[in-house]
């Protein structure tokens, strides 16, 4: 697994948890923040799928 698919996935827990937090607490701003983290963690292990998939695909090495 490459790191940004993990740094992605926890980005985007990070943000589940925040956007609950905003919601249980009747708050907008978290809500908000909490879903633009969940978007920065799917963009982030989107790259980190692209990049797995071009090492994939050159046999193994770096790209």
């Known amino acids: 697994m490459d790191s940004d698919q993990i740094k ?3 980005k ?3 943000g589940k948890a925040q ?3 905003g919601v249980a607490m009747g708050s907008t701003r978290p809500q908000l923040k ?3 983290t969940q978007v920065e963690g799917k963009i982030q292990r989107a790259v980190g799928d692209v990049r ?3 090492k ?4 193994g090495r770096k790209a």
Not at 56 to 59: F, I, L, P, S, Y
């Open 12 to 14: 985007d827990m990070v």
């Open 56 to 59: 994939d695909a050159r046999g």
């Open 19 to 21: 956007r609950k937090l």
């Open 8 to 10: 992605g996935s926890a």
């Open 52 to 54: 797995k998939a071009i």
């Open 34 to 36: 909490g879903v633009a």
